[in-house]
């Protein structure tokens, strides 16, 4: 089954996407701070991010993503960012853009939401050519 992990300081927010993505079929684990999502990374084998880029602090969703780009087994995960901040994201598009990772504005609607998270789904089939599944986490 996919596993989507969805990370935002919102708890609201939290509880809608997990029953919007739940909805599609998706497993889903949310988290709302920064150590929760670095435990999730670590001990859960996922096949897409939905990362909001401002959670504790300012700069939180940013370490999230130096984090992964600098941990082997992780550096490939498709990461979609989601914000409210229209002016940092761009400000940061092409460095988003070199990475691939896709970028939701807040508010979105759901079908951006699903198009976003099938096509970061893809994206983890095409790197891998193996379906995520039958990788080892170790």
Known sequence: MVHIGVIDDDRDFLALMEDVLIDRGWDVTCCHDTLSALALFTEQTLHTVVLDI???TAQSGWDILTFLEGYPRLGSLPVVVCSGDVLELRERAAWLQERGIRVLHKPFDL?????????????????DGVPQQLISTA
């Open 111 to 127: 079908a951006e939401l699903y198009d976003a998270v099938e096509a970061a789904l893809e994206q983890t089939d095409a790197a």
């Open 54 to 56: 401002r959670l504790e």
